[in-house]
């Protein structure tokens, strides 16, 4: 057991589903030309104002119910003031002393299925920034300025988690919970959650917290995996070797591995945060509050539960079915259309989570439908065909081939029970294996269980797959026993 | 009597006539700018190509009946309102080639009204400034003495309208650049309500007190003028969303029953008694026409330059930073790396007096300041609001003097900052309340014109531009012109 304990807190950057931004008309598409999606507000021009997107104040009042939050009935945006090329009006228009978004907290499902609390500290809104482009500017740096102004949530914890394990379970939740309420796309290949993980740590026993450091920008439940192991064994090297934890801002890359310092807390910005003169106070209304709770939709964290106490699933096989919409609603239909909801679990969290995995697809643009996959369970259930045959089915299902009927119809395959047609079959394997039998029938108990799978195999070739299992165990056991 | 020496009120009287057409009366401003303004330097930009067409249109619209309240009347916008595919410098070098793709709502308005542009006019660089010294254009010259300035910041207007050269302009007002130039020039300005006019398109100085209006030779005109330029935009969050006033209605309504409030700070032992004089006999010019005059007290007003001079440059120093040499305007020759690019297209492209109130702003809000100076400078402007909110439960407008002192020799206070500051004494308190204020001409000193202020209450525009334009209808100060290009 390691001597120390580590903490660890998160900022998260949630980008906001609108279709326009946070201050301005401008589409918040992802992968436009650059530029082509930055107004005169986003280019900052002289004279330009910023007006306030509502649909990204209804998006954080959302957040902030689903975690129970309270939700300030005034809320300030301020600017955070710093010079950067991607920044076009040199200053962030943020939430600081007043944000949207008061205390909340997130209860959490650990792998061991234990469960953990985690506060959040609070939630503000702001823009974010465009992008810098290093490459092919031929030693100049290239500014798009399409993000610029794109709605984002800045979600902040306390210290309350204690593992690398704890942290990603806790970001995994957040990933869901946002995108059940529908305001986030949860696509984090286009940055649309990104994680700034502060961590510590501390002798065991010890009260105190650490120096921390933060690590910004890590858009991946894996990069921040690592950058946190990365983190606490860096700090605790230094601490064992007598030395001291600097508080900086360091930066991990995921593809190397290796983290570095980018600014220490000394050369840190002075921000000269005032209220934004251009923007009123956000002011929200008791009725506008019910509205938006009323309009929210089962959380992630009480469909969970439900699956548990509904279908009887496991907490694991629970928390994989409700991470996300699209998967729970698929796996509910499914249920809904068999009847089994043992069976439906396992093929979406199998066969199915892997064919989305290896071809990089997500529930929502699944090839098979919840109508298919429930008719191959109805197929599976009634011995029309055996397990085997199910997975091709299923891939030719997955091909668009057509309904499980309709393939298991044009393919032949249907399991052969007919007992006639399967006791010449099996007459026959005997026959044609007469060593192997006199061999079978020669051994002893423990010796003919090893040798029995030989002619099961036989018989699958022979029926190629669509005999009864059941039934060629029943005969062929008969045949050389009898 | 020449076309140039008619009010902007009579103009449109002679267009709606059939007097004079539009063309004419552009062709007639334009020769005049042409002709005295190389003197002035009131304009940076005359748009006289555009300004032909503009009035041809308003001509044609005006043939098939589509007459706009502004309907062919020659204006001039201050350089700060951003105009479509003309030049919009705000007095600075940061801005010299910055062409707008778009227009500012009040320039929008305007037009749309049937105003015809003459151009752009000079002003004091972002508006930072009281003497129009600023600018990299160089000074604006009062026309009434070339060896002094006009004021500012909306120094360019007030010299074209007094010099005649455009009827009417607009300008901005953050702490008196409307109000202390017209008095400057004798002519006559109204900084509106906070929220009443757009911000949208108008470079922003110090956005919370920010607001633009109209300098004209009278009420009247600024009556007509604002009415075209108000109205809620979605555009600008601070822009109020309530009903339209009519400011042309009661212009002419009797003053019986109207009490003016004379607020005891606006006349300090150090005044000079000759602009002490002038603001009370048109106190009594307003009692002789019915009005009771009354005393006020506005003791916190003698925090209003301190106050001002904290949340103002705070302000700008934030509203500035888009000025940076990467997107647009000025860039530095050959910069080695990015921090090299901002500090010396910065450093080149910013005068003087903006750096300097960048660093007093930017020293403002930093770590460990900012509860000193800002927070204190905002809650000094609530107590200002609340002293006029007890003055205005007393009078129904507030008068005073609008500036210390008549136009100065140029260069006189350029190595003096702080002098400069404090003459802005009496006009600062009103936008740090958001008030409505007029400043109109109301005597002469040492041939040079002086100015007094009216201050209303929230959206009582209407009440001061009653009062000017019934104290108007009574005395002449505001058809005195100077001699310079024969505007008398």
């Known amino acids: 057991m390691s001597a120390w304990e580590t903490v660890i807190g998160l900022e998260i950057h949630v980008q906001l589903a609108t279709r326009s931004k946070i201050f301005s008309a401008a589409s918040t598409a992802f992968g436009a030309e650059p530029n082509s999606q930055a107004s005169l507000v986003d280019l900052a021009l002289p004279g330009t104002l910023p007006v306030l997107n509502r649909e990204a104040v209804n998006m954080a009042v959302k957040f902030g119910?689903?975690?129970?939050?309270?939700?300030?009935?005034?809320?300030?945006?301020?600017?955070?003031?710093?010079?950067?090329?991607?920044?076009?009006?040199?200053?962030?228009?943020?939430?600081?002393?007043?944000?949207?978004?008061?205390?909340?907290?997130?209860?959490?499902?650990?792998?061991?299925?234990?469960?953990?609390?985690?506060?959040?500290?609070?939630?503000?809104?702001?823009?974010?920034?465009?992008?810098?482009?290093?490459?092919?500017?031929?030693?100049?740096?290239?500014?798009?300025?399409n993000r610029a102004g794109t709605p984002l949530i800045e979600v902040v914890t306390e210290p309350d988690m204690r593992s690398a394990e704890e942290a990603v379970a806790f970001a995994r939740a957040l990933h869901s919970l946002v995108s059940a309420i529908g305001?986030?796309?949860?696509?984090?290949?286009?940055?649309?959650?990104?994680?700034?993980?502060?961590?510590?740590?501390?002798?065991?026993?010890?009260?105190?917290?650490?120096?921390?450091?933060?690590?910004?920008?890590?858009?991946?439940?894996?990069?921040?995996?690592?950058?946190?192991?990365?983190?606490?064994?860096?700090?605790?090297?230094?601490?064992?070797?007598?030395?001291?934890?600097?508080?900086?801002?360091?930066?991990?890359?995921?593809?190397?591995?290796?983290?570095?310092?980018?600014?220490?807390?000394?050369?840190?910005?002075?921000?000269?945060?005032?209220?934004?003169?251009?923007?009123?106070?956000?002011?929200?209304?008791?009725?506008?509050?019910?509205?938006?709770?009323?309009?929210?939709?089962?959380?992630?964290?009480?469909?969970?539960?439900?699956?548990?106490?509904?279908?009887?699933?496991?907490?694991?096989?629970?928390r994989t079915l409700s991470s996300d919409l699209a998967t729970s609603d698929y796996f509910e239909a499914v249920v809904q259309l068999s009847g089994d909801a043992k069976l439906a679990a396992n093929w979406i969290m199998g066969e199915l989570a892997a064919k989305l995995n290896a071809e990089e697809r997500t529930m929502s643009t699944c090839p098979v439908s919840a109508d298919h996959l429930a008719g191959l369970i109805d197929r599976l259930k009634d011995n029309t065909i055996s397990s085997k045959i199910a997975k091709q089915v299923f891939e030719a299902c997955w091909n668009g081939e057509g309904s499980p009927d309709q393939i298991i119809e044009a393919r032949g395959l249907k399991q052969v029970s007919d007992s006639g047609a399967l006791r010449k079959m099996v007459d026959q394997i005997i026959a044609d294996n007469a060593a192997q039998t006199e061999a079978y029938r020669a051994a002893d108990e423990a010796k003919r269980k090893k040798m029995f799978g030989f002619f099961v195999g036989q018989a699958m070739k022979a029926s190629q797959g669509k005999a009864n299992p059941q039934q060629i165990n029943e005969l062929l056991r008969k045949a050389l026993e009898g | 009597m020449s076309l140039h020496q008619h009010t902007l009120t009579e103009l449109k009287a002679l267009l709606d006539g059939g007097d004079i057409s539009s063309r004419e009366l552009t062709d007639y401003f334009l020769a005049r700018i042409e002709r005295f303004?190389?003197?002035?330097?009131?304009?940076?930009?005359?748009?006289?190509?555009?300004?032909?067409?503009?009035?041809?249109?308003?001509?044609?619209?005006?043939?098939?009946?589509?007459?706009?309240?502004?309907?062919?009347?020659?204006?001039?916008?201050?350089?700060?309102?951003?105009?479509?595919?003309?030049?919009?410098?705000?007095?600075?070098?940061?801005?010299?080639?910055?062409?707008?793709?778009?227009?500012?709502?009040?320039?929008?308005?305007?037009?749309?009204?049937?105003?015809?542009?003459?151009?752009?006019?000079?002003?004091?660089?972002?508006?930072?400034?009281?003497?129009?010294?600023?600018?990299?254009?160089?000074?604006?010259?009062?026309?009434?003495?070339?060896?002094?300035?006009?004021?500012?910041?909306?120094g360019g207007s007030a010299a074209a309208v007094a010099a005649r050269l455009a009827p009417a302009a607009t300008g901005t007002d953050t702490g008196g650049s409307i109000r202390q130039p017209a008095a400057l020039t004798g002519i006559t300005g109204l900084k509106p309500t906070y929220g009443t006019v757009s911000r949208w398109g108008m470079i922003a100085f110090a956005s919370s007190l920010d607001q633009a209006g109209p300098m004209a030779q009278s009420a009247a005109d600024c009556a007509l003028l604002l009415q075209s330029m108000v109205g809620h935009d979605d555009k600008d969050s601070t822009s109020l969303n309530r009903p339209t006033d009519n400011y042309l209605a009661d212009l002419d309504k009797p003053l019986a029953g109207l009490t003016v409030g004379l607020p005891e700070e606006f006349f300090p032992a150090s005044l000079d008694g000759r602009i002490a004089e002038l603001t009370r006999e048109t106190a009594r010019e307003l009692e002789r026409q019915g009005a009771r005059v009354v005393s006020v007290s506005l003791p916190s007003v003698k925090l209003s330059v301190p106050a001002y001079y904290v949340i103002a440059p705070a302000e700008a120093s934030s509203n500035l930073s888009r000025f940076d040499g990467v997107r647009y305007g000025y860039r530095c020759q050959d910069p080695v790396d990015?921090?090299?690019?901002?500090?010396?297209?910065?450093?080149?492209?910013?005068?003087?007096?903006?750096?300097?109130?960048?660093?007093?702003?930017?020293?403002?809000?930093?770590?460990?300041?900012?509860?000193?100076?800002?927070?204190?400078?905002?809650?000094?402007?609530?107590?200002?609001?609340?002293?006029?909110?007890?003055?205005?439960?007393?009078?129904?407008?507030?008068?005073?003097?609008?500036?210390?002192?008549?136009?100065?020799?140029?260069?006189?206070?350029?190595?003096?900052?702080?002098?400069?500051?404090?003459?802005?004494?009496?006009t600062i308190a009103v936008n740090l309340a958001g008030l409505p204020a007029l400043s109109m001409p109301a005597g002469m000193i040492d041939g040079l014109p002086a100015g007094v202020q009216l201050v209303g209450n929230y959206f009582r525009e209407d009440q001061i531009l009653n009062v000017a334009n019934r104290y108007q209808q009574a005395t002449d100060w505001h058809r005195q012109a100077p001699a310079f290009g024969g505007a008398q």
């Not at chain 1, 650990?110 to 920034?129: M, N």
Request: hydrophobic share 35%; with cysteine; net charge negative.
């Open chain 1, 183 to 318: 305001i986030c796309d949860g696509d984090m290949s286009q940055g649309s959650l990104r994680f700034d993980v502060n961590v510590s740590v501390r002798r065991k026993g010890e009260e105190k917290l650490g120096t921390r450091t933060e690590t910004k920008n890590l858009n991946s439940f894996r990069f921040m995996e690592m950058a946190i192991r990365k983190e606490v064994e860096r700090q605790i090297d230094i601490l064992e070797d007598g030395g001291s934890i600097t508080q900086e801002t360091r930066l991990f890359n995921g593809d190397t591995g290796v983290s570095r310092a980018m600014r220490s807390k000394e050369d840190a910005n002075d921000y000269r945060y005032f209220p934004c003169p251009d923007l009123l106070p956000v002011m929200l209304s008791e009725e506008q509050i019910i509205e938006l709770e009323s309009s929210l939709p089962e959380l992630p964290a009480q469909r969970l539960v439900r699956f548990v106490e509904q279908f009887g699933l496991s907490d694991y096989d629970a």
């Open chain 2, 338 to 426: 990015l921090m090299d690019l901002y500090k010396r297209s910065r450093s080149e492209g910013f005068g003087d007096e903006v750096q300097r109130r960048i660093l007093v702003g930017t020293y403002a809000l930093s770590h460990g300041y900012y509860d000193a100076y800002y927070l204190r400078a905002q809650k000094v402007r609530r107590l200002i609001s609340d002293d006029f909110a007890r003055a205005f439960e007393k009078a129904d407008v507030i008068l005073g003097p609008t500036s210390p002192e008549v136009a100065f020799p140029l260069g006189a206070k350029k190595d003096d900052p702080v002098t400069m500051y404090m003459a802005d004494v009496f």
């Open chain 2, 37 to 154: 303004d190389g003197e002035l330097n009131s304009f940076v930009t005359v748009t006289a190509e555009q300004a032909r067409s503009e009035a041809d249109t308003a001509d044609a619209l005006r043939s098939k009946g589509e007459i706009g309240l502004l309907n062919g009347l020659p204006i001039a916008h201050k350089d700060i309102f951003c105009t479509r595919g003309v030049r919009t410098s705000c007095g600075s070098r940061m801005l010299d080639n910055f062409i707008s793709p778009y227009d500012a709502t009040v320039v929008e308005k305007m037009r749309s009204a049937g105003a015809v542009m003459l151009g752009k006019t000079n002003m004091d660089e972002f508006a930072m400034g009281s003497s129009n010294e600023t600018s990299f254009y160089g000074p604006v010259k009062n026309p009434w003495d070339l060896s002094r300035v006009p004021g500012g910041s909306s």
């Open chain 1, 65 to 145: 119910l689903a975690v129970g939050a309270g939700i300030n009935r005034r809320s300030v945006f301020e600017r955070k003031n710093y010079f950067y090329p991607d920044l076009p009006k040199g200053y962030q228009t943020t939430q600081l002393a007043e944000p949207i978004v008061g205390a909340g907290s997130m209860e959490v499902v650990l792998d061991d299925g234990s469960r953990k609390t985690v506060r959040i500290h609070h939630a503000h809104l702001e823009e974010d920034a465009g992008k810098s482009l290093h490459e092919d500017f031929h030693g100049m740096t290239g500014i798009d300025l």
